[in-house]
Structures are given as structure tokens and as C-alpha cells.
């Protein structure tokens, strides 16, 4: 794995083409969790796009009460403020993980998209995210929460090391961390304004649970097990039963059967 370095913002600035994702950066060596850092300066009114980076996380939190490893200066942790009109809150579920993974695939082609927003490379997660919101009178705010394994090597945590990878792991090579995150706001930017049934039609494509049977955890309620056959444009997940019953399901992990090797 290559030696860590600090982030570089002037080769990021240099490969950020959009207007506004990202164009406002607020960068920290080290934080509890970018997710509070963020979700305080949007409190003191930060714009739409805001970009809260960390080399560290001491307190990382991951979906469900989980935390995220993440150790300094080999990965991406950063948490975005979004500002956007209701239309666009709403599917901000496809939108986010469609941008992460699109801009993955620049430097590991194979990476998929695993319902809810993870990012998975050869059945491993490389990514995960989650999506805090606040609703006011004065509009709705996200918080995109993005922590991407770039140049670390999680497989060296005995608690990982069958179920994560990184994307220097898979590409045989390093990952500019700059480049990576600059391509993230580009293609977000551009998503917030595309039309919604090209956006949803791009995640499906790079699913990697669509067609497959899968056993759903709903956050609330028991397990149940079927083919994942179709994703709406909010991000709900349909789920086809051995009874022929379709259910949709909106708050829940997910688990995919192995694929036969036959
Ligand atoms: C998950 O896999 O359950 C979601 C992980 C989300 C991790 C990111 S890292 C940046 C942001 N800050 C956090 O504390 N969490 C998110």
C-alpha cells in the first residue's frame, strides 16, 4: 500500500469542475465524526454544496448505530450539505450512491452498487454511506455521510478482513484521494439536475442485488428472503416472495445469497 499523504487541495481544486458540490471545503486533520462538524455549520448557514473533509475520524458512524473504521490520511471521510428543492431531497438515496459509484468506477470499473448506498468491489464493501436529513420551514437539508476505503488495507482488521477492500486492493495500484473526491462532486452536481428516470435507469444498472435473492433485515420487523426485482426512483427496494407476494421495503440492510459457482 502506498505511504500516506495529506489530502492535496490544489490538485483537488484543479480537477473540481463543478459550481457549487464542493466548492466550499472545510478540512480537518482529525474529527469525531464529519457528520457533526457539518451538520453545525449548516446550523451557522453553510451554502449548499458545503464539503466537510477529515484525514480521521475518532468516532466514525456508520448506519444503524454502527461505527466506521477509520483511520488517518489513506481513505476519504466527508459528509456534504445539500440544500435542495423537496423533488430532489427525496431521491437523493439513488442519487448519492449513483454519484459515489460512478466516479469509482473511473479507477475500479467493477464497482456496484449495493442497496441501500453501499459500494461493493468483488462482493466486498469499498464504501458506505448514510443520509441524515433536517426539515424546516425554511427548506429541507442532507447530509450525505461518504466514507470510501481509497489506499488503506481494512482486510488487515481481523473483523474485516473477509467482508471489506479497498479500491487500491482492487485497482493493484494507488487511488488519488484528490481526484476521486473531485469526480464525486462533478457527477453529483450534474445528478441533482438530471432527469429522474435516466438517474434511476443509471442505478440500476450498476446494482448489484438486482436479480438476486436476497434476505431482507427491515429496521423494524422480522427477516424475510426474495428476489430483488426493482428499484424505484426514491430508492425503495421490491422484493419478489416464493407466495408471489411483491413487497416494497424503504429502511433495511440487506443480504445476498452467495452466487452458485455452478
Ligand atoms: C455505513 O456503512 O454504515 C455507513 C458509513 C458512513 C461513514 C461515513 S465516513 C464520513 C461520515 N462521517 C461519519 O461518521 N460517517 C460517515
Same mark, same amino acid.
Given at each position: 500500500m502506498p505511504e500516506p499523504a495529506p489530502f492535496n487541495p490544489i490538485t483537488f481544486m484543479e480537477a473540481r469542475q463543478s459550481r457549487e458540490v464542493g466548492k466550499h471545503v472545510v478540512y480537518r486533520e482529525s474529527v469525531d465524526s464529519t457528520m457533526d462538524l457539518a451538520r453545525a455549520r449548516a446550523n451557522e448557514g453553510a451554502p449548499h454544496g458545503t464539503l466537510v473533509l477529515a484525514e480521521e475520524?475518532?468516532?466514525?458512524?456508520?448506519?444503524?448505530?454502527?461505527? /466506521?473504521?477509520?483511520?488517518?490520511?489513506?481513505?476519504?471521510? /466527508?459528509?456534504?450539505?445539500?440544500?435542495c428543492p423537496?423533488?430532489? %431531497?427525496r431521491r437523493l438515496p439513488v442519487i448519492v450512491p449513483l454519484a459515489v459509484c460512478e466516479a469509482i468506477r473511473e479507477f475500479v470499473p467493477a464497482a456496484a452498487v449495493k442497496w441501500p448506498n453501499d459500494i461493493w468491489v468483488s462482493e466486498r464493501k469499498a464504501c458506505g454511506m448514510l443520509i441524515d436529513a433536517e426539515i424546516s420551514a425554511g427548506g429541507a437539508v442532507a447530509f450525505p455521510g461518504i466514507g470510501i476505503n481509497v489506499n488503506g488495507d481494512p482486510t488487515l482488521q481481523p473483523e474485516l478482513r473477509d467482508i471489506a477492500t479497498s479500491l487500491a486492493r482492487e485497482a493493484g495500484a494507488p487511488v488519488s484521494r484528490e481526484r476521486l473526491l473531485a469526480g464525486i462532486c462533478n457527477r453529483l452536481e450534474a445528478l441533482l439536475e438530471a432527469d429522474e428516470h435516466e438517474v434511476a435507469l443509471r442505478y440500476r444498472e450498476l446494482s448489484c442485488?438486482?436479480?438476486?435473492?436476497?434476505?431482507? %433485515?427491515? %429496521?423494524a420487523g422480522e427477516a424475510f428472503s426474495g428476489m430483488a426485482t426493482e428499484i424505484a426512483e426514491t430508492g425503495d427496494l421490491a422484493v419478489l416472495m416464493a407466495d408471489g407476494r411483491t413487497e416494497w421495503v424503504t429502511a433495511a440492510d440487506v443480504t445476498l445469497r452467495p452466487k452458485s459457482s455452478a
Open positions: 475520524q475518532t468516532a466514525g458512524r456508520g448506519r444503524r448505530g454502527r461505527s /466506521f473504521y477509520s483511520p488517518a490520511m489513506e481513505n476519504l471521510y /466527508f459528509t456534504l450539505v445539500l440544500r423537496m423533488d430532489v %431531497h442485488i438486482l436479480g438476486r435473492e436476497v434476505t431482507v %433485515h427491515p %429496521h
